[in-house]
């Protein structure tokens, strides 16, 4: 009799496992970024660029691969998305310049949108009476990934220099070839065909646009701190593996917030939370800056925790307030969001540049505020759960944290 631990079928336990090393290589750019600077004289603009075109091709292009999904082939996009994930970003330090970076960046960070719609939908379909554990699981996988991932890449760059990143590809691939061979052979996701749209969704159009621009502040502040922080701690500094460190640090108790907030949001209201969290938070990100080392860490790691508890919440929330629709909420809340506040990061960096990343960060942090005065009209809602196909859920990992409803 085959073991089944947490009574979950092993498909489950494989897709996380390949989670965790698609979303721990996805991190792989930032905290590199104080020898990537220099060694290919980027300003902080181009720097905030390159995380914008990553964002981009890791965001908004899971819409186009969840609906490929539904309709063709999605073992091949389990199998292959990670592969390409992870031969592609461990040539990070091989980049020659800007544009062979950005490259390298949107390569792996399509590799990611291909794996993570048909991932999220078939872990919901092999959960069976317990879906809500293996999606966790799931969703732990990454985010555990997401956050260890510093820890071992700067580290590494460090003591070996850009040029060794390439041979972080053996021991990666060693991992993840026998899981994606374990991933079982599936014909399709879709299961029915929905009808819906953004046509459907004008009677929702006041809260769902307001809920979507909470998101968008939400992850533009939350992607300024994790793209900027490992270059402010090592120009204090720390070294390159201490600053790794930190970022781990503030992207694992991040993730821990979105558990967090999913709790609180069932017995006080999605409202209630997405409001109190984000203007919580803001003290804590503004106060953070002025601080240096590991004072630093701690009180940006408590801001991070209340801020990112708001997001598994955001797009139930939606869910509930318009249920006509779940798969364009979905994708409106999730890659379209996103891949708004990623666009913005360019100008964070400009910013950066003129007054200096302190002074930056600082301003941003004021941002969850607008974001938590824009919930204040919005209705009180209770979480509502709906089927989930590869269409229907958009994982994201700007912030260490994915969400699949």
């Known amino acids: 009799m085959t073991r089944r631990p947490f009574g979950l079928r092993p498909t489950v336990l494989v897709l996380a496992g ?6 721990g290589f996805s991190n792989i750019y930032a905290p590199l970024l104080p ?11 181009a720097a905030g ?41 461990t040539l990070i330090g091989l980049a020659s310049g800007f544009w062979t970076l950005a490259l390298i960046l949107m390569m792996g960070g399509l590799g990611a949108a291909a794996f993570h719609p048909p991932a999220a939908a078939l872990v919901h379909r092999s959960g069976g009476e317990k879906k809500g554990l293996a999606m966790s699981v799931h969703i732990t996988g990454g985010s ?16 070996y220099g850009l040029s060794a990143t390439p041979l972080l590809m053996i021991p990666a691939l060693l991992i993840l070839v026998p899981l994606v061979l374990n991933i079982p052979r599936i014909e399709r996701l879709q299961e029915r065909h929905e009808v819906g749209g953004f046509r459907e969704l004008r009677p929702y159009a006041k809260p769902l646009t307001l ?7 939400r992850t533009l502040a939350a992607t300024s701190f994790s793209t900027f922080m490992p270059v402010m701690l090592t120009r204090q500094g720390l070294s390159l593996g201490q600053a790794g460190a930190a970022a781990g640090i503030y992207l694992f108790t991040s993730s821990a917030g979105g558990f967090l907030g999913g709790t609180l949001a069932d017995r006080w209201g999605s409202r209630k939370v997405i409001m109190w969290s984000l203007a919580a938070s803001v003290p804590f990100l503004a106060t953070a800056p002025l601080l240096q080392g590991w004072a630093f860490v701690v009180v940006v790691s408590l801001g991070g925790l209340l801020m990112q508890s708001t997001l598994p919440v955001n797009v139930t929330f939606a869910q ?32 950066a540049d003129r007054v200096g990343i302190e002074h930056t960060l600082v301003a941003m942090a004021f941002i969850p505020l607008v974001a938590a005065a824009l919930a204040w009209p919005l209705p009180d809602g209770k979480f509502a759960h709906t089927a989930a196909r590869a269409s229907d859920v958009a994982t994201v990992e700007t912030t260490g944290t994915d969400v699949a409803d």
Do not use: E, K
């Open 35 to 45: 020898l990537l600077i220099p060694h290919l004289n980027l300003s902080l603009a």
């Open 49 to 89: 660029t390159l995380q914008m075109l990553f964002q981009l091709a890791n965001s908004v292009t899971q819409l186009g691969f969840g609906q490929l999904a539904d309709r063709w082939r999605p073992r091949l996009l389990l199998v292959v998305g990670p592969i390409v994930t992870l031969t592609g970003l």
């Open 144 to 159: 555990l990934g997401f956050a260890l991932g510093p820890l071992v890449f700067a580290p590494f760059a460090g003591r």
């Open 320 to 351: 509930t307030i318009a249920p006509i629709s779940a798969a364009t909420v979905s994708s409106l809340m999730l890659g379209f969001a996103f891949g708004t506040a990623g666009m913005n990061i360019p100008f964070v960096g400009m910013l």
């Open 18 to 23: 390949t989670h965790f090393l698609v979303d």
């Open 211 to 217: 809920l979507y621009l909470i998101v968008v502040l």
